[in-house]
């Protein structure tokens, strides 16, 4: 056992002799508590964020289709409610009566298959610009 003892002696001064720590003072103490309040006055303040120029471009993207979904949506709110008042007779009578132009089915049958083919189109393309080629198309384009 004794040996044992020996050795860890010798290998624990061996590694205070390899190591030289600094002294710790009072002002090493005064620096760390310099770096605390610094660190919790950091923490007080509101982080300001700086916006990038892309982000800028997207919100106004999004503003700008929050805006059509909006009016698209009264829109079609307006018409059906228009649809169904429209039995109702006005209180007031202007004396306008203008003629509604009358479509046959066949051409109203034509410009809803070439809507729904834009429609599809559009759809598509949407989809297509979340994939990889489309984020290179948009990067080369903005």
């Known amino acids: 056992m004794k040996g044992e003892n020996e050795i860890e002696a010798r ?3 061996s590694l205070r002799n390899q190591v030289r720590l600094p002294a710790l003072d ?3 103490d005064a620096a760390v508590w310099a770096r605390i ?5 950091t923490a007080r303040e509101p982080a300001r964020a ?15 289709s929050n805006a059509l979904g909006i009016a698209a949506t009264l829109g079609v709110a307006c018409y059906f409610a228009i649809r169904a008042l429209g039995g109702v007779a006005p ?13 046959s089915e066949a051409t109203v049958a034509q410009a809803v298959t070439a ?25 080369t384009f903005s």
């Open 91 to 103: 209180a007031v009578d202007l004396g306008v009566s203008l003629p509604l132009p009358q479509l």
């Open 115 to 139: 809507l729904g083919y834009v429609l599809g189109a559009l759809a598509l393309a949407f989809g297509l610009s979340f994939t990889s080629l489309g984020r290179r198309l948009r990067a």
């Open 26 to 28: 009072a002002r090493f």
């Open 50 to 64: 700086e916006v990038s120029p892309r982000a800028l471009r997207a919100s106004r993207w999004l503003a700008l």
């Open 37 to 41: 309040a610094r660190e919790t006055a």
């Open 11 to 13: 290998l624990d001064r």
